[in-house]
């Protein structure tokens, strides 16, 4: 089975405070995508990444930035994190082509205060 | 009009009745479909994609209406482990650069002794 691990299950961060969110996969799946999840406005597509080195903007990039190094591995960086950024992030990878459908990681609860 | 939209529910059912969810999107050129099922606090998974013919899968049967643009979840004989959140996906043909995967808000469906 295809496993894509994130780093953290919960966090609790400080306003202003740079937070990393980090996530694995061992498939070598080309694509890794980072979408947030809140109540009523379902998942939203922060950034995501075909490549090493590639990324791309989603739906809602502000306040957010990756680094893909590795093929296996896609970080999260929020910049300066906020309370409008306290959400549950879900980490997903898929090969090609990506009518195979998506693998989430578990997810990271992030609490900014 | 949202891309795709689904009707949130929660459908509250008792056990071993049939319950059906349908998801409609905006998209004529969308290529592929899937459902998705998320439990509470944990990440979604992938249940079926859903075929043109469409297909079946033990108790649970996929359809797609083209015409109409959506597609439907039949889930027949509910247990109470049915209980979760059921998101559709749907993914647009590959116009030769990304493919915006597009996540319904999801159906929560509350199965009861």
């Known amino acids: 089975d295809v496993k894509v691990t994130q780093s953290s299950r919960y966090l609790v961060k400080r306003t202003g405070e740079k937070v990393f969110l980090e996530c694995v996969q061992d498939m070598d799946h080309e694509n890794m995508f980072w979408y947030r999840q809140d109540p009523g406005l379902g998942l939203r597509l922060i950034y995501f990444?075909?490549?090493?080195?590639?990324?791309e903007k989603g739906d809602i990039p502000e306040g957010y930035s990756v680094s893909r190094e590795k093929k296996e591995r896609f970080s999260l960086i929020l910049e300066s994190a906020s309370t409008n950024q306290t959400s549950m992030y879900l980490c997903a990878s898929t090969g090609l082509p990506l009518s195979y459908g998506y693998t989430f990681g578990s997810g990271t609860r992030l609490t900014v205060v | 009009r949202k891309e795709v939209e689904q009707d949130p529910g929660p459908f509250n059912v008792p056990e071993g009745a049939t319950v059906a969810f349908n998801c409609t999107y905006s998209n004529s050129a969308s290529q592929s479909f899937f459902w998705y099922r998320q439990d509470c606090r944990k990440e979604p998974k992938l249940l079926m994609s859903?075929?043109?013919s469409g297909n079946e899968d033990g108790r649970f049967t996929a359809q797609l209406n083209r015409a109409s643009q959506y597609i439907s979840l039949l889930i027949r004989d509910s247990k109470l482990s049915d209980s979760a959140t059921y998101l559709c996906v749907v993914i647009p043909l590959n116009s030769g650069g990304y493919q915006k995967v597009t996540f319904g808000t999801g159906t929560k469906l509350q199965v009861i002794p």
């Open positions: 859903v075929y043109s």
């Open positions: 990444s075909y490549d090493v080195k590639m990324k």
